[in-house]
Nanobody, 126 residues
């Protein structure tokens, strides 16, 4: 069982930055790939970024590639999303998710993830 708690969301102007954090409970954090997803009002949840269990492999949605790096600290059971050059279209609730796998590739598929946080709101004003 893994419990995930996101933090760091808020209101920011376009072009600004935020860092989202996700704290994971449990003693086997290093057995999980971690992902970030987002859901804007009236839209389906979509993939943002994922990182494998060791932190050595990443994948990103095209819409955020080069702007929003994902990282993790296995010693602290934390995963981060550094959101730079934010745009109004980045406005959404952001969710942290855990996938039990030690494979090299972390999935971009919602259905692959076993545990989810409650989400944190990010609002980008124009």
């Amino acid at each position: 069982q893994v419990q995930l708690v996101e933090s760091g969301g808020g209101l920011v102007q376009a072009g600004g930055s935020l860092r989202l954090s996700c704290a994971a409970s449990g003693r086997t954090f290093e057995d999980y790939a971690m992902g970030w997803f987002r859901q804007a009002p009236g839209k389906e949840r979509e993939f943002v970024a994922a990182i494998n269990s060791s932190g050595g492999g990443w994948r990103y949605a095209d819409s955020v590639k080069g702007r929003i790096p994902i990282s993790r600290d296995n010693a602290k059971n934390m995963v981060y999303l550094q959101m730079n050059s934010l745009k109004p279209e980045d406005t959404a609730v952001y969710y942290c998710a855990a996938q039990r796998t030690t494979g090299y590739f972390a999935s971009a598929q919602i259905g692959a993830y076993d545990y989810w946080g409650q989400g944190t709101q990010v609002t980008v004003s124009s």
